[in-house]
Nanobody, 122 residues
């Protein structure tokens, strides 16, 4: 019923920039918090950045000051601008819609995107 599709990953040199995008489609009334997570090989998935429906943001310490999350509530999209990338930022990045309310529903459901690979290497 709902699909989250990420785009924008790729290979970038250290200190470079990438912009990830995530578009949610379906019969969506609203989306509460939208998040970006990442998972590096052999590591657990970790929260990178969060943005609430009202526009409040929060960042993991390891990206604060380098990454910026934004969203367009009308279009159900969320982006992650990543600057000053480091090799340790290499991971699969996942978009997460933490609470999706569909039209006609009385409860929220979380959804995940399929992930997009970000590789930071010279």
């Amino acid at each position: 019923q709902v699909q989250l599709v990420e785009s924008g990953g790729g290979l970038v040199q250290p200190r470079g920039s990438l912009r990830l995008s995530c578009a949610a489609s379906g019969s969506i009334f609203r989306i509460n918090t939208m998040n970006w997570y990442r998972q590096a090989p052999g590591k657990q998935r970790e929260l990178v950045a969060t943005m609430t429906l009202g526009g409040s943001t929060n960042y993991a310490g390891f990206v604060r000051g380098r990454f910026t999350i934004s969203r367009d509530n009308a279009k159900n999209t969320v982006t992650l601008q990543m600057n000053s990338l480091r090799p340790e930022d290499t991971a699969v990045y996942y978009c997460n819609a933490a609470g999706v309310r569909l039209y006609g529903a009385s409860y929220d459901i979380p959804y995940w995107g399929q992930g997009t690979q970000v590789t930071v290497s010279s």
